[in-house]
């Protein structure tokens, strides 16, 4: 899980794959990649949504499933704050099972990355929307814009999963023995996964307010857009030059 090949690269349709069934979610289907081939876990581009300029930060399932690893939080960490800068709203769209883990990434400074991502993200000041397609696991979720980085709004699509961990490992390190001593181990196994498949569909997230409301795929461009002229009537907001940009 060190890189990916030529064929996982974002392209011209990665980021309008989702919506696709009710036309493209940006104006006319068009965006600017922005370090396309760096960090290619997270997909980071420049569009219009109904003609406001707007950042994207999206993941890219098709790499490495998703996981973010130190280049892709660098990517956007440099990004969101760009984007935050000029003031430009950032659209976050997350399918993100968590980070990368292990001794190598440890020496590589990961844990830091993550905790300047974290910072980054806390002091954003323009309009954040969060919508949640898949996987929304630990603290990749927050960088994402989860709830704890207190979008302007965030909702999720059906196949929506929220989890401080994913399912399966989180089973084997809760129910180990309990599977160990059932009759059935696998048939337990298979009990479990599917209580927490319920227990972490977006139907508990939205019970305890951990998300807006729940849409259908279909219905991500006119909730964008709807949420941006709430957001553009509410506040005054102004695409400046409001603070550098570090490299």
């Not at 927050?142 to 059906?158: E, L, S, T």
């Not at 180990?176 to 996964?193: N, T, Y």
Request: aromatic fraction near 8%; hydrophobic fraction near 40%.
């Amino acid at each position: 899980m060190t890189g990916c090949s030529t064929s996982c690269r974002p392209t011209s349709a990665d980021l309008t794959t989702y919506t696709r069934s009710s036309g493209e979610t940006v104006d006319e289907g068009r965006y600017l990649p922005i370090k396309r081939d760096y960090g290619e876990s997270v997909a980071t581009c420049l569009a219009r949504l109904n003609g406001h300029p707007v950042g994207i930060v999206a993941s890219q399932p098709n790499c490495m499933a998703g996981v973010i690893d130190n280049t892709a939080a660098y990517k956007a960490i440099h990004f969101m704050d760009l984007c935050d800068a000029f003031h430009l709203p950032l659209i976050f769209l997350v399918d993100c099972p968590g980070f990368i883990v292990g001794k190598e990434w440890e020496r590589r400074m990961m844990l830091k990355t993550v905790a300047r991502a974290l910072h980054v993200h806390r002091r954003i000041t323009a309009p954040k929307l969060t919508v949640v397609m898949r996987k929304a696991y630990g603290l990749a979720y927050w960088i994402m814009g989860g709830k704890a980085m207190n979008p302007d709004a965030i909702v999720a699509w059906p196949t929506a999963s929220f989890s401080l961990m994913a399912p399966e490992p989180a089973i084997n390190v809760l129910y180990e023995q309990d599977i160990k001593a059932s009759p059935g181990p696998q048939r337990r196994r298979a009990e479990l996964m599917e209580l927490f498949a319920h227990e972490y569909a977006p139907d508990g997230a939205a019970q305890e307010f951990a998300i807006d409301d729940i849409i259908d795929p279909r219905e991500t461009r006119a909730f964008l857009c709807r949420s941006f002229q709430v957001l553009l009537d509410s506040r005054r907001h102004v695409a400046r030059f409001k603070h550098p940009v570090w490299p």
